[in-house]
């Protein structure tokens, strides 16, 4: 499966942005869909993830209640709505799809990578 993210920008602190990202081919249904972001010098890190049905969903903590992910299969498309951004959320965020939901927080597990896009959060 091939994924492209988009939707990253320039924001205030306290605003909102929704990322999205497309997947191409037919099984993407199947798959759990997560969200990564790496700030400049930092380790990857886990952002959220959704299920193939999208019942069920897990977030980093530091996210927790500001972001929600959400996916669309008719569309091939996986949605993070970011509200409440904070500088700290400043860094490249990737799209990943992944088929074990135990090791889907683990960017080294990953099976597939999108390519980043970037969110700067202004103080």
């Known amino acids: 499966v091939q994924l492209q993210a988009s939707g990253g920008g320039l924001v205030q602190t306290g605003g909102s942005l929704r990322l999205s990202c497309a997947a191409s081919?037919?099984?993407?249904?199947?798959?759990?869909m997560g969200w990564f972001r790496q700030a400049p010098g930092k380790e990857r890190e886990f952002v959220a993830a959704?299920?193939?049905?999208?019942?069920?969903?897990k977030y980093a903590d530091s996210v927790k209640g500001r972001f929600t992910i959400s996916r669309d299969n008719a569309k091939n498309t996986v949605y993070l709505q970011m509200n409440s951004l904070k500088p700290e959320d400043t860094a490249v965020y990737y799209c990943?799809?992944?088929?074990?939901?135990?090791?889907?927080?683990?960017?080294?597990?990953?099976?597939?990578w999108g390519k980043g896009t970037l969110v700067t959060v202004s103080s």
């Open positions: 990943a799809a992944d088929s074990n939901w135990r090791s889907v927080d683990y960017y080294r597990a990953i099976d597939y």
């Open positions: 081919g037919r099984t993407f249904s199947s798959y759990i």
């Open positions: 959704i299920n193939w049905s999208g019942r069920s969903t």
